[in-house]
């Protein structure tokens, strides 16, 4: 059993960047992929990133290559995403989850456990 716990979203300006954190319980947080998705109101949620229990692959949504970074910290049991030059397009509730074995990461429906969200707005 897992349990996630989002923070660090806000309001920020377009061109601006936030930093996200997902703090997990649980002594195996190490053996999970974790990712990030997004949903923004009225769509379904997307994927964003995901990390490999070693932090030796990491994954991206082609929409945010290039400007956000999924990172681990597995001796604090938490994940971060790194966004820089936000786009107002990026305005979502942003969700970590964790997987012990998915056959592939950008499925939300493989990810059994998932943080409560936090609201990342960014303005024009």
């Known amino acids: 059993q897992v349990q996630l716990v989002e923070s660090g979203g806000g309001l920020v300006q377009a061109g601006g960047s936030l930093r996200l954190s997902c703090a997990a319980s649980?002594?195996?947080?190490?053996?999970?992929?974790m990712g990030w998705f997004r949903q923004a109101p009225g769509k379904e949620r997307e994927f964003v990133a995901a990390?490999?229990?070693?932090?030796?692959?990491?994954y991206y949504a082609d929409s945010v290559k290039g400007r956000f970074t999924i990172s681990r910290d597995n001796a604090k049991n938490t994940v971060y995403l790194q966004m820089n030059s936000l786009k107002p397009e990026d305005t979502a509730n942003y969700y970590c989850?964790?997987?012990?074995?998915?056959?592939?990461?950008?499925?939300?429906?493989?990810?059994?456990?998932w943080g409560q969200g936090t609201q990342v707005t960014v303005s024009s």
């Open positions: 990390i490999s229990w070693s932090a030796g692959r990491t």
């Open positions: 649980g002594r195996t947080f190490s053996s999970y992929v």
């Open positions: 989850a964790a997987s012990s074995r998915p056959t592939t990461v950008v499925q939300s429906a493989l990810y059994p456990y």
